[in-house]
Each structure stands twice: as structure tokens, then as C-alpha cells.
């Protein structure tokens, strides 16, 4: 059995940022042209703090790839296929 680590935790919590980020920049473009990055609007201030959550994020989904199917199955932020988010 897989125990769940905080940096499991920790790299899903990234993962989920990143994809709805994605997903709003997207339909940001789509709909209207508009900039609809929600961390360069949080952040845009502070481009050195926006890059390094650019950066956190795109580890995390490197971390998830190398551990894909390791232990607990391919499911992100899941026990293992099957099983409901803690």
C-alpha cells in the first residue's frame, strides 16, 4: 500500500494550478483576446515570484511524469485507480 507524502500533496496541488491556469489563458484567448493568466495577474508585480511558481509548476508535472505509474498507480492526487481523492 502507498502512503501519500506531502510532496505528493504538495505536486498535485501544482499540477491542478497549472492546468486551470492553462485552461483560463486559453479561453481567455478564445472568447475574447483578453489575459485571463491568473498568476501573471497575482503576480505580475513580482516577475521574479511568477517565474518561480512558472518553475514549481513545471517541476511538479516532471516529478508526476518520472513517478507515473509508480506506487500508487497513474492517477494524480488519487490512492491508486479506483480510488477517491483524500
Known amino acids: ?13 501544482l499540477l491542478i ?11 481567455g484567448w478564445l472568447v ?10 497575482l503576480l505580475g508585480k513580482w516577475q521574479t515570484v511568477e517565474s518561480i511558481v512558472y518553475v ?6 516532471l516529478y508526476k511524469l518520472v513517478m507515473w505509474g509508480k506506487c500508487c ?7 491508486g485507480p479506483g480510488q477517491p481523492v483524500a
Not at 17 to 27: D, E, K, P, R, Y
Not at 56 to 61: M, T
Request: charged share 5%; hydrophobic share 45%; proline share 2%.
Open 73 to 79: 498507480g497513474s492517477s494524480c492526487c488519487s490512492g
Open 32 to 41: 475574447s483576446g483578453a489575459n485571463w493568466n491568473v498568476v501573471n495577474l
Open 17 to 27: 494550478i497549472g492546468a486551470l491556469n492553462w485552461g483560463l489563458v486559453g479561453l
Open 1 to 13: 500500500m502507498c502512503k501519500k507524502s506531502p510532496l505528493g500533496g504538495l505536486v498535485c496541488v
Open 56 to 61: 514549481l509548476v513545471g517541476l511538479a508535472g
